[in-house]
């Protein structure tokens, strides 16, 4: 359930003491007021700039991984809104906008994976782009200028450069659910994902490790292109190269990375589709063989087209992954083992490195307590020296199966666990046959006295139960703290004669 | 890192030069006698009794105190022993 009142009040607040502190002369109100569906619309009173445009979205129900957005256009309705009423966009070159790829057609937001704009608020990611609020010149001219701003925290942006250029106009504030991160929002609000272009699935899947004996591999991928992002020549590009962080050396890396080493399949029809490729030779100029790889994967469509001939092909949405191809030797299983070991000790603390993710020859670099050059250090230092919990715990589940089971530990663990898991039994029964020689001639006569002391222990419950001072206390909370006071103060006798050799004399 | 390593590759000799032994699920039978079965029937007898006779329970914690105790100096001292062995002054 969406709170929109909650956060319009806050954002209207928030933003009103901001533009009243920051900008006095330009004081400024954004005021959203809640519209059908999943997306609101305000109204921006007065002009000016603002370097920040505080939204709280810390009152959403943050579980489903909502989505703020935020895109501006002008109250008068001439801003370039395109047929469907929102403003169509175009990546500008004023600021890269990664999550808009498609703004013919409206807005069609896509893969955020690869956006920089993340943040994980309330523990869902959300992400979010502020297209700008752009002057009333730019609205009927050729350009619109869009300004983006990263996320700042959780409540707010930053803007530029350039800053915000606010003028009275309509930002439109739209909202959607998906935590995934996909596609969250068309030009008519929030869209369900079932109808969301999207690639679904690639195969070889993300770290995906190959085996040699399964190649020549066939690649795979799945997904869904909507009506409105078809176009006839649509297809899909697949693209793959060595990854450059392993074999550097190679000459060919660049080269390819640039040009070469796609292959394009085509898409049909505007529905859910499955395509593959029928070898693994994908037009590589190298031969798929031991290393690691990184794959691109693109839903494209035409810009137009001549004669059948489709020309400036654009893509609707993108997906990246890196695979491997490996052997299956035996070192091969060690080292994905001892791989995969490494990667839950980084998992468990943490990326020790991200401190060290500099240049030596940063002049600039932070040499003072609790810079970056001593983190590194002290990241270093603790990862090497401090064992991480989780490998901790698996160390002695370990040393627990492999030792204290085994014999000789594993005797006294079995009486250990004896003693942990013991239930309660039934005493047995005593009992004593009693000849009876006067009763007949052969001796044979007895009788059988026993004696249930399971009988004898309930019935003295019972009866110590009976015992009760005035206020109701039972006997064994009467007489238990005096019991444990006596066995302490024997204990403490032992230990103190012990500790001055009275023991021996005993 | 390296203590991790050390660890690990403490705990994997270990459990390499234990992996020969059998594990223990129960305890043997010696002489006919069924010691599993001696030790989990005692255990619940001891239990039952426990529980009526609760003052038990106190005097077996005061027990095991005790055997902790002779447990902790009999190791103090053959660590200062082991000192005393080394080169070191004894501990008195």
Same mark, same amino acid.
């Given at each position: 359930?969406?709170?929109? #009142?909650?956060?319009?009040?806050?954002?209207?607040?928030?933003?009103?003491?901001?533009?009243?502190?920051?900008?006095?002369?330009?004081?400024?109100?954004?005021?959203?007021?809640?519209?059908?569906?999943?997306?609101?619309?305000?109204?921006?009173?007065?002009?000016?700039?603002?370097?920040?445009?505080?939204?709280?979205?810390?009152?959403?129900?943050?579980?489903?991984?909502?989505?703020?957005?935020?895109?501006?256009?002008?109250?008068?309705?001439?801003?370039?809104?395109?047929?469907?009423?929102?403003?169509?966009?175009?990546?500008?070159?004023?600021?890269?906008?990664?999550?808009?790829?498609?703004?013919?057609?409206?807005?069609?937001?896509?893969?955020?994976?690869?956006?920089?704009?993340?943040?994980?608020?309330?523990?869902?990611?959300?992400?979010?782009?502020?297209?700008?609020?752009? #002057?009333?010149?730019?609205?009927?001219?050729?350009?619109?200028?869009?300004?983006?701003?990263?996320?700042?925290?959780?409540?707010?942006?930053?803007?530029?450069?350039?800053?915000?250029?606010?003028?009275?106009?309509? @930002?439109?504030?739209?909202?959607?659910?998906?935590?995934?991160?996909?596609?969250?929002?068309?030009?008519?609000?929030?869209?369900?994902?079932?109808?969301?272009?999207?690639?679904?699935?690639?195969? @070889?899947?993300?770290?995906?490790?190959?085996?040699?004996?399964?190649?020549?591999?066939?690649?795979?991928?799945?997904?869904?292109?909507?009506?409105?992002?078809?176009?006839?020549?649509?297809?899909?590009?697949?693209?793959?190269?060595?990854?450059?962080?392993?074999?550097?050396?190679?000459?060919?890396?660049?080269? /390819?990375?640039?040009?070469?080493?796609?292959?394009?399949?085509?898409?049909?029809?505007?529905?859910?589709? &499955?395509?593959?490729?029928?070898? &693994?030779?994908?037009?590589?100029?190298? #031969?798929?063989?031991?290393?690691?790889?990184?794959?691109?994967?693109?839903?494209?469509?035409?810009?137009?087209?001549?004669?059948?001939?489709?020309?400036?092909?654009?893509?609707?949405?993108?997906?990246?992954?890196?695979?491997?191809?490996?052997?299956?030797?035996?070192?091969?299983?060690?080292?994905?083992?001892?791989?995969?070991?490494?990667?839950?000790?980084?998992?468990?603390?943490?990326?020790?490195?991200?401190?060290?993710?500099?240049?030596?020859?940063?002049?600039?670099?932070?040499?003072?307590?609790?810079?970056?050059?001593?983190?590194?250090?002290?990241?270093?230092?603790?990862?090497?020296?401090?064992?991480? @919990?989780?490998?901790?715990?698996?160390?002695?589940?370990?040393?627990?199966?492999?030792?204290?089971?085994?014999? @000789?530990?594993?005797?006294?663990?079995?009486?250990?666990?004896?003693?942990? /898991?013991?239930?309660?039994?039934?005493?047995?029964?005593?009992?004593? &046959?009693?000849?009876?020689?006067?009763?007949?001639?052969?001796?044979?006569?007895?009788?059988?006295?026993?004696?249930?002391?399971?009988?004898?222990?309930?019935?003295?419950?019972?009866?110590?139960?009976?015992?009760?001072?005035?206020?109701?206390?039972?006997?064994?909370?009467?007489?238990? #703290?005096?019991?444990?006071?006596?066995?302490?103060?024997?204990?403490?006798?032992?230990?103190?004669?012990?500790?001055?050799?009275?023991?021996?004399?005993? | 890192?390296?203590?991790?390593?050390?660890?690990?590759?403490?705990?994997?000799?270990?459990?390499?030069?234990?992996?020969?032994?059998?594990?223990?699920?129960?305890?043997?039978?010696?002489?006919?006698?069924?010691?599993?079965?001696?030790?989990?029937?005692?255990?619940?007898?001891?239990?039952?009794?426990?529980?009526?006779?609760?003052?038990?329970?106190?005097?077996?914690?005061?027990?095991?105190?005790?055997?902790?105790?002779?447990?902790?100096?009999?190791?103090?001292?053959?660590?200062?022993?082991?000192?005393?062995?080394?080169?070191?002054?004894?501990?008195?």
């Amino acid at each position: 359930m969406y709170r929109y #009142p909650q956060v319009i009040n806050t954002f209207t607040i928030l933003f009103f003491v901001v533009g009243v502190l920051l900008f006095p002369h330009q004081a400024f109100a954004l005021n959203v007021n809640a519209d059908t569906g999943l997306h609101v619309q305000g109204t921006i009173n007065g002009s000016g700039y603002f370097h920040v445009l505080p939204v709280d979205i810390s009152g959403f129900d943050a579980s489903s991984g909502h989505v703020l957005l935020i895109t501006g256009c002008e109250a008068n309705g001439n801003c370039d809104k395109g047929a469907d009423g929102y403003s169509a966009f175009s990546p500008n070159a004023l600021a890269p906008d990664p999550n808009h790829t498609n703004g013919a057609s409206g807005a069609v937001w896509d893969d955020v994976a690869s956006t920089t704009d993340v943040s994980t608020v309330n523990g869902s990611l959300i992400y979010g782009y502020i297209h700008g609020i752009w #002057p009333t010149d730019y609205c009927s001219g050729t350009l619109p200028v869009v300004c983006t701003g990263a996320i700042l925290t959780d409540v707010g942006w930053t803007g530029g450069p350039p800053n915000f250029h606010v003028s009275a106009g309509s @930002p439109y504030v739209l909202f959607t659910v998906d935590s995934t991160g996909l596609v969250v929002m068309n030009n008519t609000g929030a869209v369900s994902r079932s109808t969301i272009t999207r690639i679904d699935s690639v195969d @070889p899947d993300n770290n995906q490790s190959v085996a040699t004996s399964s190649l020549p591999y066939l690649f795979d991928v799945k997904g869904y292109i909507n009506p409105t992002d078809y176009k006839a020549g649509a297809r899909l590009m697949m693209k793959i190269d060595r990854n450059t962080d392993q074999q550097s050396s190679d000459a060919l890396v660049g080269f /390819n990375s640039a040009f070469g080493n796609k292959t394009y399949l085509p898409i049909t029809a505007s529905t859910t589709f &499955d395509v593959s490729t029928t070898s &693994d030779n994908l037009n590589l100029s190298f #031969p798929l063989r031991v290393g690691l790889y990184k794959a691109r994967w693109e839903i494209q469509e035409p810009g137009f087209d001549i004669f059948g001939l489709n020309f400036f092909y654009h893509t609707v949405i993108g997906k990246d992954t890196v695979f491997t191809i490996a052997t299956t030797t035996a070192i091969d299983n060690i080292q994905l083992q001892q791989e995969a070991y490494l990667n839950t000790i980084k998992n468990a603390t943490g990326d020790p490195l991200a401190e060290c993710q500099f240049s030596v020859f940063n002049t600039a670099l932070d040499f003072s307590l609790g810079g970056q050059l001593i983190n590194c250090m002290g990241g270093i230092i603790s990862w090497m020296l401090i064992p991480s @919990p989780a490998v901790l715990s698996s160390t002695i589940q370990q040393l627990k199966d492999g030792f204290l089971t085994r014999p @000789p530990m594993g005797y006294l663990t079995r009486i250990v666990s004896a003693i942990q /898991n013991g239930q309660q039994g039934t005493l047995p029964n005593v009992s004593v &046959d009693v000849p009876i020689p006067d009763t007949d001639t052969d001796h044979t006569g007895k009788i059988t006295i026993g004696f249930d002391i399971n009988q004898w222990i309930a019935d003295t419950a019972d009866l110590e139960a009976t015992f009760q001072d005035p206020a109701g206390h039972s006997a064994k909370t009467i007489i238990e #703290p005096i019991i444990q006071l006596l066995v302490g103060l024997l204990v403490m006798m032992f230990i103190w004669n012990d500790l001055h050799g009275k023991l021996s004399r005993l | 890192m390296i203590s991790t390593l050390i660890l690990t590759e403490l705990v994997s000799l270990i459990t390499t030069i234990f992996s020969f032994f059998p594990q223990v699920d129960v305890l043997p039978t010696i002489l006919g006698v069924n010691l599993d079965t001696v030790i989990v029937g005692g255990i619940a007898d001891v239990l039952r009794l426990a529980d009526v006779f609760w003052y038990i329970t106190d005097v077996i914690q005061g027990f095991l105190f005790i055997m902790g105790y002779l447990v902790l100096k009999a190791t103090l001292s053959a660590i200062g022993k082991a000192f005393q062995t080394l080169g070191g002054e004894a501990i008195t």
